[in-house]
Nanobody, 120 residues
Framework: QVQLVESGGGLVQAGGSLRLSCAASGRTFSSMIMGWFRQAPGKEREFVAAISRNGGNTYYVDSIKGRFTISRDNAKNTVYLQMNSLIPEDTAVYYC?????????????WGQGTQVTVSS
């Protein structure tokens, strides 16, 4: 079993930045593909970004390319999502996910989510 705890969400003005963190425990962190997803009000949850086990490869949804960066620190069992140039459309609950079978699907473990609100 893997436990995931997200932090770093909040309210920010458009154009601002936030960094989300997700601390993992319960299994060898470096053995898992890690990802971030988000769910906006009234919409389905969507993939945002993923990172390979050693951090050498990343994958992003087109809508956030160039603005968001996913990274990981295997020594700290933590994955990050740096979000810059935020826009109101980025408002959502952001979820950390672990142990994906592909970049965008098959994740076995999920965090509780952290709210990100971008004001215009």
């Amino acid at each position: 079993q893997v436990q995931l705890v997200e932090s770093g969400g909040g309210l920010v003005q458009a154009g601002g930045s936030l960094r989300l963190s997700c601390a993992a425990s319960g299994r060898t962190f470096s053995s898992m593909i890690m990802g971030w997803f988000r769910q906006a009000p009234g919409k389905e949850r969507e993939f945002v970004a993923a990172i390979s086990r050693n951090g050498g490869n990343t994958y992003y949804v087109d809508s956030i390319k160039g603005r968001f960066t996913i990274s990981r620190d295997n020594a700290k069992n933590t994955v990050y999502l740096q979000m810059n140039s935020l826009i109101p459309e980025d408002t959502a609950v952001y979820y950390c996910a672990a142990d994906g079978s592909t970049w965008t699907s098959g994740y076995n473990y999920w965090g509780q989510g952290t709210q990100v609100t971008v004001s215009s």
